[in-house]
Protein backbone atom coordinates (compact mmCIF):
# COMPACT_ATOMS: atom_id res chain seq x y z
CA UNK A 1 0.00 0.00 0.00
CA UNK A 2 2.97 2.60 0.68
CA UNK A 3 4.64 1.88 -2.83
CA UNK A 4 0.51 3.02 -3.84
CA UNK A 5 0.68 6.03 -2.31
CA UNK A 6 4.14 6.85 -3.15
CA UNK A 7 3.35 6.14 -7.13
CA UNK A 8 -0.11 8.21 -7.03
CA UNK A 9 1.61 11.07 -4.84
CA UNK A 10 4.41 11.34 -8.07
CA UNK A 11 2.08 11.13 -10.53
CA UNK A 12 0.06 13.79 -9.19
CA UNK A 13 3.34 15.82 -8.81
CA UNK A 14 4.25 15.08 -12.82
CA UNK A 15 0.69 15.89 -13.79
CA UNK A 16 0.81 19.45 -11.73
CA UNK A 17 4.27 20.29 -13.23
CA UNK A 18 3.44 19.39 -16.65
CA UNK A 19 -0.01 21.11 -16.05
CA UNK A 20 1.74 24.74 -14.96
CA UNK A 21 4.60 24.24 -17.81
CA UNK A 22 1.56 24.09 -20.58
CA UNK A 23 -0.16 27.05 -19.24
CA UNK A 24 2.83 29.01 -18.45
CA UNK A 25 3.56 28.65 -22.34
CA UNK A 26 0.84 29.25 -23.51
CA UNK A 27 0.56 32.75 -22.53
CA UNK A 28 0.06 35.43 -25.26
CA UNK A 29 3.30 37.06 -25.36
CA UNK A 30 3.78 40.89 -23.46
CA UNK A 31 3.09 43.53 -25.90
CA UNK A 32 6.98 45.19 -26.43
CA UNK A 33 7.32 48.80 -24.65
CA UNK A 34 8.01 51.12 -28.20
CA UNK A 35 9.27 54.57 -28.10
CA UNK A 36 8.90 56.68 -31.64
CA UNK A 37 10.71 59.89 -32.62
CA UNK A 38 10.41 61.38 -35.55
CA UNK A 39 13.05 63.73 -37.67
CA UNK A 40 14.68 64.64 -40.96
CA UNK A 41 17.90 62.19 -40.28
CA UNK A 42 19.17 58.99 -38.16
CA UNK A 43 22.64 58.87 -37.61
CA UNK A 44 24.53 56.27 -35.27
CA UNK A 45 20.77 54.64 -34.74
CA UNK A 46 19.86 57.77 -33.09
CA UNK A 47 16.87 60.56 -34.40
CA UNK A 48 19.10 63.75 -35.26
CA UNK A 49 16.89 66.83 -33.92
CA UNK A 50 13.34 65.09 -33.46
CA UNK A 51 10.41 66.85 -33.66
CA UNK A 52 6.50 67.21 -34.57
CA UNK A 53 6.92 70.11 -37.13
CA UNK A 54 8.20 69.82 -40.45
CA UNK A 55 9.12 70.46 -44.00
CA UNK A 56 8.09 68.50 -46.92
CA UNK A 57 10.70 65.88 -47.87
CA UNK A 58 12.07 62.40 -46.72
CA UNK A 59 10.97 62.04 -43.46
CA UNK A 60 12.21 59.30 -40.53
CA UNK A 61 10.40 57.23 -38.00
CA UNK A 62 12.48 56.21 -35.27
CA UNK A 63 11.17 53.50 -33.28
CA UNK A 64 12.56 51.75 -30.27
CA UNK A 65 11.51 48.36 -29.06
CA UNK A 66 11.56 46.61 -26.17
CA UNK A 67 10.10 42.94 -25.58
CA UNK A 68 10.10 39.61 -24.08
CA UNK A 69 10.34 38.17 -27.60
CA UNK A 70 13.51 38.14 -29.60
CA UNK A 71 11.82 37.50 -32.95
CA UNK A 72 8.41 38.77 -33.94
CA UNK A 73 6.93 41.06 -36.75
CA UNK A 74 5.93 45.01 -37.15
CA UNK A 75 4.88 47.46 -39.74
CA UNK A 76 4.82 51.44 -39.73
CA UNK A 77 2.00 52.30 -41.14
CA UNK A 78 2.29 56.17 -42.12
CA UNK A 79 -1.33 58.06 -42.84
CA UNK A 80 -1.87 61.39 -43.99
CA UNK A 81 -5.19 63.44 -43.08
CA UNK A 82 -6.29 60.38 -41.69
CA UNK A 83 -5.93 57.75 -45.13
CA UNK A 84 -3.01 55.48 -45.47
CA UNK A 85 -0.29 55.95 -47.72
CA UNK A 86 2.22 53.66 -46.80
CA UNK A 87 2.86 50.74 -44.92
CA UNK A 88 6.41 49.07 -44.43
CA UNK A 89 6.90 45.51 -42.63
CA UNK A 90 9.83 45.09 -40.43
CA UNK A 91 11.14 42.47 -39.03
CA UNK A 92 12.40 42.25 -35.31
CA UNK A 93 15.48 40.48 -34.31
CA UNK A 94 15.95 40.87 -30.57
CA UNK A 95 14.64 41.74 -27.12
CA UNK A 96 16.01 45.17 -27.58
CA UNK A 97 15.86 46.47 -31.41
CA UNK A 98 16.28 50.13 -32.93
CA UNK A 99 14.63 50.75 -36.24
CA UNK A 100 13.13 52.98 -38.49
CA UNK A 101 11.23 53.48 -41.73
CA UNK A 102 11.07 56.86 -44.20
CA UNK A 103 9.15 58.62 -46.53
CA UNK A 104 8.59 61.43 -48.26
CA UNK A 105 6.05 64.01 -46.88
CA UNK A 106 4.03 66.76 -48.10
CA UNK A 107 2.00 69.19 -46.03
CA UNK A 108 -0.60 68.04 -43.84
CA UNK A 109 -1.52 66.19 -40.54
CA UNK A 110 0.72 62.96 -40.20
CA UNK A 111 0.33 60.09 -38.48
CA UNK A 112 2.62 57.01 -37.84
CA UNK A 113 0.83 54.01 -36.10
CA UNK A 114 2.86 50.94 -35.40
CA UNK A 115 1.45 47.31 -35.37
CA UNK A 116 2.23 44.02 -34.27
CA UNK A 117 2.01 40.98 -37.12
CA UNK A 118 -1.80 40.02 -36.24
CA UNK A 119 -2.32 43.99 -36.76
CA UNK A 120 -2.65 45.26 -33.35
CA UNK A 121 -2.24 48.62 -32.56
CA UNK A 122 0.74 48.74 -30.28
CA UNK A 123 1.44 52.62 -30.18
CA UNK A 124 0.90 56.13 -32.80
CA UNK A 125 2.63 59.29 -32.90
CA UNK A 126 1.53 62.89 -34.97
CA UNK A 127 3.65 65.31 -36.70
CA UNK A 128 2.29 68.06 -38.84
CA UNK A 129 4.16 69.02 -42.48
CA UNK A 130 4.10 72.48 -42.89
Not at 115 to 126: E, P, R, W
Amino acid sequence: MRSTVMITVAALLLVGATWSAATADDDPPKRPGVEMLFAKQVQDRKPVAPGTTFTLGKLYCWTKLTSTESHYLIAHHWIKNGRRVWRQPIRIRSKKWVTWSHFKVTPGRWTVRVTDGSGLQLHAADFTVK
